[in-house]
C-alpha cells in the first residue's frame, strides 16, 4: 500500500515554455501532498504543500506564480513550472501524506532539464 | 532551520555496524527517516514520535532524546542494500506540519 506515482520521470523542454507534472496518490486519499525539489547530493527542500480543494501554501522564496500547485482532488496533485529557465532544472519530488502520523510517501521524482 | 546530520558520509565493509545523528535546534514532535538511492524517490524508515521511543526494523534500529532534540539511526550488519543517502525528517508540532529534511548522510557498503 502508499503507493504514489509521479509522471513525468524525465522531462527536457526549451527555455519560456512550461511544464506540468503529475503526482498520484493511488491506493489512498491524499489531503496533503507536498513538493520539493532537490538538487545534485544535497537534501530535499519543500517548495509547497499542496492542500485538496484550497490553495496550496508556498515556502518563503518560492514564486507561487511560476511554480503554480493545483490539487484538485484526493489522489491528484499538479506542479506546472512556468516559462521554465535553464537556473529551474532540478529533481522534482512529490509526496503524500497518509494517517495520523504524517508519514509522507515519495513519488519517484521528476528530472527537469531545460535547454 | 535545517537539521544537522552527521557523519556527512561513511563507508562500511559489509557487516560492520554505523550510527546516523540528526540534531535540530528546534524543538521537535517527530523524527523520520527515510533512505533515497542515487536518482530514486526516498524510502521511508520509520517514524518517532516525542516521548524517547526507539524503534525497530529489522537490523535498522532508532532512537530519539526529544530534550536534546536529537535522533540516532543504528544500522546493525549492515548489507550491500543499505547503501544510499539518508535524510531525518523532523516535524515541529502538529499532526499536520511539514517535514523539515536534515543535511544527509551517504553510507556506502562494500564487500
Known amino acids: 500500500g502508499a503507493v504514489v506515482s509521479q509522471h513525468p520521470s524525465w522531462v527536457i523542454c526549451k527555455s519560456g515554455t512550461s511544464v506540468k507534472i503529475e503526482c498520484r496518490s493511488l491506493?489512498?486519499?491524499?489531503?496533503?501532498m507536498f513538493w520539493y525539489r532537490q538538487f545534485p547530493k544535497q537534501s530535499l527542500m519543500l517548495m509547497a504543500t499542496?492542500?485538496?480543494?484550497?490553495?496550496?501554501?508556498?515556502e518563503q522564496g518560492v514564486e507561487k506564480d511560476k511554480f503554480l500547485i493545483n490539487h484538485a482532488s484526493l489522489t491528484l496533485s499538479t506542479l506546472t513550472v512556468t516559462s521554465a529557465h535553464p537556473e529551474d532544472s532540478s529533481f522534482y519530488i512529490c509526496?503524500?501524506?497518509?494517517?495520523?502520523?504524517?508519514?509522507?510517501?515519495f513519488g519517484a521524482g521528476t528530472r527537469l532539464s531545460v535547454l | 532551520q535545517q537539521p544537522v546530520q552527521s557523519p556527512q558520509a561513511v563507508i562500511l565493509r559489509e557487516g560492520e555496524d554505523a550510527v546516523i545523528n540528526c540534531s535540530s535546534s528546534?524543538?521537535?514532535?517527530?523524527v523520520h527517516w527515510y533512505r533515497q538511492k542515487h536518482g530514486e524517490a526516498p524510502v521511508f524508515l520509520m517514524i518517532?514520535?516525542?516521548?524517547?521511543e526507539q524503534k525497530g526494523h529489522d537490523k535498522i534500529s532508532a532512537s530519539f532524546n526529544e530534550k536534546k532534540q536529537q535522533s540516532s539511526l543504528y544500522l546493525t550488519a549492515s548489507q550491500l542494500s543499505y547503501s544510499g543517502t539518508y535524510f531525518c525528517?523532523?516535524?515541529?508540532?502538529?499532526?499536520?506540519?511539514?517535514?523539515?529534511f536534515g543535511t544527509g548522510t551517504r553510507l556506502q557498503v562494500t564487500l
Open positions: 509526496s503524500a501524506r497518509t494517517g495520523g502520523k504524517n508519514i509522507q510517501y
Open positions: 491506493d489512498f486519499q491524499a489531503t496533503t
Open positions: 499542496s492542500n485538496e480543494g484550497s490553495k496550496a501554501t508556498y
Open positions: 528546534k524543538a521537535l514532535y517527530s
Open positions: 518517532l514520535l516525542k516521548g524517547g
Open positions: 525528517g523532523t516535524e515541529m508540532g502538529g499532526t499536520a506540519s511539514k517535514l523539515t
